[in-house]
Structure formats: C-alpha cells, structure tokens
C-alpha cells in the first residue's frame, strides 16, 4: 500500500532555509494531489501548502511568499523548500496523500525547529 516518509527536517535559525522530502511509494502517486501539514504543541493540525496531480498549488497566507512546494512524478516525492524560517514555523510537519484532511495517507511526520 501506500508509505510516505519525510526527510529534511531539523534545527534551523530564524531566517534559514529547510527543503523536506516525501517519497511515496505505489502507483498512485502521479495521480494524486499532495499535501504538506503541520502541528505544533497545543494547536490543530494545518494545512500549510497542497499541489495537485497537474500542479496547481495553494499555500496558507501565514507561509505564502516564504514555502514553495513541488513534485518530481518520476520520483514519487514532494518538496517543500522552506526560506524565511521564523519560530512560529515550528512544528511537526508531515506530508499527506489526497486533498483533504480525510482519507488518503499520512507520513510519519518530521520535526522542524526554528530557534536562535
């Protein structure tokens, strides 16, 4: 079935820079819309950036001009090259298959820290 594993993630100063990697497995990758979420202590899970099978994308106004998302179909694997990195940036990060909330397929999450 479908995996997804996130790499990338870290300690970072405030305006850095983190690029994190999800590389799916399966054969419906191509087809799907991806999505980058994050969740920080004591508050709900967010959508941060989401792309579409042909590439359109959407982005929360608090990331918009600072996270910019991809995908490499020959790769199986999403990007989200992260600049401008402030600490309310940090988080768990994880990356989803579909294009919601519901169903589809959650990575095992990767942990971003943004702190002088």
């Known amino acids: 079935q479908v995996q997804l594993v996130e790499s990338g993630g870290g300690l970072v100063q405030p305006g850095g820079s983190l690029r994190l990697s999800c590389a799916a497995s399966g054969r419906l990758f191509s087809l799907s819309t991806m999505g980058w979420y994050r969740q920080a202590p004591g508050k709900q899970r967010e959508l941060v950036a989401r792309i579409t099978s042909g590439g359109t994308t959407n982005y929360a106004d608090s990331v918009k001009g600072r996270f910019t998302i991809s995908r490499d179909n020959a790769k199986n694997t999403v990007y989200l090259q992260m600049n401008s990195l402030k600490p309310e940036d940090t988080a768990v990060y994880y990356c989803?298959?579909?294009?919601?909330?519901?169903?589809?397929?959650w990575g095992q999450g990767t942990q971003v820290t943004v702190s002088s």
């Open positions: 989803k298959r579909g294009a919601t909330m519901e169903g589809g397929s």
